[in-house]
């Protein structure tokens, strides 16, 4: 705490990972001999930077950008950058960590990394956001590299970002390096799936979470929030595997929409006219929209939280209770505050964290650098069966991990057991640096 002082979700990240790690001490001596714990809390090496542009009405504006560079152990740096108003150091470095066993987790070979700006692209030109990008760049690509550091999307940044980047990249450094960012558009390098993977990936991990209790997503009622890249796609595999998604949100308030959230308008709204959440209602028939107030409060079977950190905090894991909810899968990163995920795990609900559940993004990133590498571009149907046998060796990995530690049923300590281990393995190996 002294050592990072103000970082509140940077300290609840670490201590939900530390909190499972008890019996790994024990049994494993030789981490505790080489001050592992003490090591893997320590970032590699933490950048922060001007970030000057001009906007529309020719002032001068400046954000603040960072690119916290944790754990390389198992391979490049790798992990997303977020644009979003409430981005500082704490925020970048619990996201990293979080990364570092999410990505031990997929079995592939990438490290973990993060980075963002509190840039705000809310209201923002799409000239105004290609300035801030070029800008945010110039300085960036000084730190990444194929072989280095690969950043990818998050909060506030999708296809438009990551397009004005990687152009600025390229004429830095007058190189077609397509390995040096993932999530790129189809004409420019990118994979099949990957804008779909987050989603679609969360939703394996929990079909497989199903399975395991004798059930499926046929007939179920589930609320998935936020309305951004994780929570669509989320949406369209819940609906492809026969469950029916009632409810989603934006950071203005929640639509319920009992017939099932028509996946086209909500595009339409999202992805295409960039409008807020009670568009939709307005132009859906049946469908109403909330201002403010919590959207899980809306009864249903699972929850799907795909929106930003702490969203569900007690109350809401109460509501979800007495509302028969048996099963709550991240797809967002920690959205589940530790009071809530407390409630939860003791009332019996099948509690799976976002580094297992949404690993699926970062592993078809990883399958965009095999690509990448070999100047191969798979087909949509080959690569989200990838996407599909990794989350089921996620979940797999997880339940037996969390079965070998005497924590049977525990995704939590699965997960971060698992994806700790991995990553301890390979520091040891590589000595002290
Ligand atoms: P987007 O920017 O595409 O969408 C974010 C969504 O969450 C929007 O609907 C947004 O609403 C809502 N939201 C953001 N902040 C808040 C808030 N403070 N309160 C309520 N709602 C909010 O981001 P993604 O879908 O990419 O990311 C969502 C989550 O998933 C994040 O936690 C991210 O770290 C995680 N994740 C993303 C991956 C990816 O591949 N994209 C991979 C793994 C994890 P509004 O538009 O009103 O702000």
Known sequence: ????????????????????????????????????????????????FRVPWIDDAGTVQINRGFRVQFNSALGPYKGGL??????YLGIIKFLGFEQIFKNSLTGLPIGGGKGGS????????????????????????????????????????????????????????????SGVLTGKGLTWGGSQVRK??????????LDEVL????????????????????????????????????????????????????????????????????EYAERRPGASFREGGSIWSVPCDIAVPCATQNELDED???????????????????????????????????FAPGKAVNAGGVATSALEMQQNASRDSWTFEHTDERLHEIMKGI?????????????????????????????ADAMLALGVI
Do not use: W
């Not at 970082?7 to 505790?32: C, I, M, N, W």
């Not at 390229?170 to 077609?176: E, F, S």
């Not at 909810?325 to 009332?347: I, W």
């Open 1 to 48: 705490l002294q050592r990072n002082p103000g970082e509140s979700e940077f300290h609840q990240a670490v201590f939900e990972v530390l909190e499972s790690l008890g019996p790994v001490v024990t049994k494993r001596p030789d981490y505790v001999d080489a001050n592992i714990l003490r090591r893997i809390v320590e970032p590699e090496r933490q950048i922060i």
């Open 82 to 87: 977020r644009f979003h108003p409430s981005v």
């Open 118 to 177: 509190d840039f705000d692209p809310k209201g923002k030109s799409d000239a105004e956001i290609m300035r801030f990008c070029q800008s945010f760049m110039t300085e960036l690509s000084s730190h990444i590299g194929q072989y280095t550091d690969v950043p990818a999307g998050d909060i506030g940044v999708g296809g438009r970002e990551l397009g004005f980047m990687f152009g600025q990249y390229k004429r830095l450094t007058n190189a077609y390096e």
């Open 196 to 205: 779909e993977a987050t989603g679609y990936g969360t939703i394996y991990f």
């Open 211 to 278: 399975h395991a209790r004798g059930e499926g997503f046929e007939g179920k009622r589930v609320v998935v929030s936020g309305s951004g890249n994780v929570a669509i796609y989320a949406i369209e595999k819940v609906h492809q595997l026969g469950g029916t998604v009632i409810a989603c949100s934006d950071s203005s308030g929640y639509v319920v929409d009992e017939a099932g959230i028509d996946l086209a308008l909500l595009q339409d709204v999202k992805e295409v006219r960039r409008g807020r959440i009670a």
């Open 316 to 350: 809401d894991a109460v509501a979800l209770v007495r509302n028969g909810c048996t099963v709550v899968g991240e797809g967002a990163n920690m959205p589940t505050t530790q009071a809530a995920a407390r409630v939860l795990v003791s009332a019996g609900v099948a």
């Open 395 to 423: 979940h797999d990995r997880c339940a037996e991990t969390a079965e070998e530690y005497g924590r049977p049923g525990d995704y939590v300590a699965g997960a971060n057991i698992a994806g700790f281990n991995r990553v």
